[in-house]
């Protein structure tokens, strides 16, 4: 009589679990999607946002093939990390509202967002191969890639529009 070795039991309730973390996460930046991009006064950053609200749809519908393919429900789990960073972004909305700073400081939130989830999905996809899942693989692949090709986009948005009228604005 063989057993399952723990590890791999083990390493499968991570990843549902860390599954639930980010369908959570996603599902709680479209909220905050919407919001940024009201918020934003430059045209770009505000195209941006717009943008990957509809990418963000897409991850969140990836996700839920994920989790059939594991048989399990799609169903949230409370990211207090992601939380964390809407907030924080609320607060720049509200501090700095019509400032020059204002696209400068959601800029740096939805970075903070990115960042967060490209480590989720980069996470996800590696614990996915270990187990076998490659069809989820290839899922969670084209969401890190499109979460790496927002991130970049949005270091190009800074670099060549909104921290230079930021800073012009201040002098």
Same mark, same amino acid.
């Given at each position: 009589?063989?057993? $399952?070795?723990?590890?791999?039991? #083990?390493? /499968?309730? !991570?990843?549902?679990?860390?599954? +639930?973390?980010?369908?959570?996460? =996603?599902?709680?930046?479209?909220?905050?999607?919407? $919001?940024?991009?009201?918020?934003a #006064?430059? /045209?770009? !950053?505000?195209?941006?946002?717009? +943008?990957?609200?509809?990418?963000? =749809?897409?991850?969140?519908?990836?996700?839920?093939?994920?989790?059939?393919?594991?048989?399990?429900k799609?169903q949230?789990?409370?990211?207090?990390?992601?939380?964390?960073?809407?907030? =924080?972004?609320?607060?720049?909305m509200?501090?700095?509202?019509?400032?020059?700073?204002?696209?400068?400081?959601?800029?740096?939130?939805?970075?903070?967002?990115?960042?967060?989830?490209?480590?989720?999905?980069?996470?996800?996809k590696t614990?996915?191969?270990?187990?076998?899942?490659?069809?989820?693989?290839?899922?969670?692949?084209?969401?890190?890639?499109e979460?790496?090709?927002?991130?970049?986009?949005l270091?190009?948005?800074?670099?060549?529009?909104?921290?230079?009228?930021?800073?012009?604005?201040?002098?």
């Open positions: 009589m063989s057993k $399952k070795p723990k590890q791999a039991k #083990q390493l /499968d309730a !991570l990843f549902h679990d860390t599954l +639930k973390d980010i369908y959570f996460a =996603e599902k709680k930046i479209l909220g905050a999607l919407s $919001k940024m991009a009201k918020s #006064q430059s /045209d770009e !950053l505000r195209t941006a946002f717009e +943008k990957h609200e509809g990418e963000t =749809e897409t991850h969140v519908e990836r996700l839920e093939q994920v989790f059939e393919m594991i048989d399990a799609p949230g789990k409370t990211c207090d990390a992601i939380i964390g960073i809407i907030e =924080e972004g609320q607060e720049i509200k501090e700095y509202k019509g400032s020059p700073a204002l696209d400068s400081g959601l800029l740096a939130g939805a970075q903070a967002v990115e960042h967060y989830e490209i480590s989720r999905y980069g996470t996800l614990w996915a191969e270990e187990l076998g899942l490659q069809d989820a693989v290839q899922l969670l692949d084209e969401t890190l890639e979460e790496k090709a927002t991130d970049e986009a270091t190009e948005i800074a670099e060549s529009v909104v921290n230079q009228r930021a800073q012009e604005a201040a002098e």
